[in-house]
């Protein structure tokens, strides 16, 4: 039975009538028997008295006008949730990111939230080295990384410009120069992640080149370890700017050019070519290059070729 039978048995059995039923659904009246005799062939089952004037329902009627009742009572709900998705009255993103790129997400998030506060929002944290399996398996509708993942399974939007900066705390002997050199950082104590990243073999390679050793003497897990431990004055450290706008700002950490390191990260958006994403998705991404208009620099939406 599909439902348009269900309807058509439910105005029968309102009207009491086949012909009043078929003039309510605009239908003649041997169209709207055929149904019904339709239906019953499906179900097994008499569903009218014939023997009744007022087109009683028979018991297996009578059970049938509950189901069919709440049947297309679940599809008004069904088309209603649907309508309510598509406007952004309510709905579900979820995204992926690592710590890092989390912290571009957040003023993103927040004009979003702002926007289509009926959406809800997931943010799941995941190594960026596995967000393009977790696209693939389709755990998450949008990544956040700081690399190209496969350009015929991903589309990439880069987002967002970033650099690698030097920090250390107000007291340490370099917090007054504006530059320093990687020869004059052969003494220092580096605290890093300790995770590796192709970033981190970036900066070794550099040290190596000029013949000077880089001094990791603390490995911590997250960057917000880092920040504290470089401000408490434990060591120095590496760390892209986005993560201490914050520290920088407020002078907990003060950062320092270092000649030999330009090492520029871009942030990206990305999601399966395939993807058929959601309403809540498509209206993230109009989110996204309506700050990168408004702003400028650093944000940027550049959707990268294949």
């Not at 028997?33 to 008295?49: H, N």
């Not at 049938?64 to 309510?90: F, I, P």
């Not at 496969?150 to 340490?172: G, K």
């Amino acid at each position: 039975m599909d439902l348009s039978q269900l309807e058509t048995f439910l105005a029968v059995a309102e009207e009491r009538s086949f012909s009043r039923a078929a003039v309510r659904m605009h239908r003649t009246q041997p169209a709207i028997s055929q149904v019904i005799r339709k239906l019953e062939e499906e179900t097994g089952e008499v569903l009218f008295d014939r023997s009744a004037r007022d087109g009683a329902l028979t018991a297996a009627g009578e059970m049938l006008r509950g189901y069919a009742l709440r049947m297309l009572a679940l599809r008004r709900e069904a088309d209603s949730a649907l309508r309510e998705l598509r406007s952004l009255e309510r709905g579900q993103l979820v995204l992926a990111a690592n710590e890092y790129t989390c912290l571009y997400l957040l003023p993103i998030l927040e004009g979003f939230r702002r926007r289509y506060p009926g959406v809800d929002v997931s943010v799941q944290r995941s190594l960026a080295s596995r967000i393009p399996e977790g696209l693939g398996l389709r755990d998450f509708e949008i990544g956040m990384v700081s690399f190209r993942p496969d350009p015929e399974r991903f589309r990439s939007i880069a987002v967002y410009s970033d650099m690698l900066i030097l920090v250390v705390y107000p007291e340490h002997r370099l917090a007054g120069a504006e530059r320093v050199s990687i020869a004059g950082l052969g003494e220092e104590s580096f605290v890093a992640h300790n995770v590796a990243s192709p970033l981190r073999r970036q900066v070794i390679e550099a040290f190596e080149r000029h013949r000077r050793p880089l001094n990791i003497h603390v490995e911590l897990p997250t960057i917000e370890a880092i920040k504290r431990y470089v401000a408490m004055g434990g060591g120095i450290a590496l760390l892209p700017r986005l993560t201490v706008q914050r520290e920088l700002e407020t002078g907990e950490l003060l950062a320092v050019e270092v000649d030999e390191l330009h090492l520029r990260r871009v942030l990206r958006l990305v999601h399966r070519r395939d993807a058929n994403l959601s309403h809540a998705a498509l209206a993230f991404l109009r989110v996204v290059r309506e700050l990168a208009r408004s702003e400028g620099a650093p944000y940027a939406y550049q959707v990268e070729r294949s």
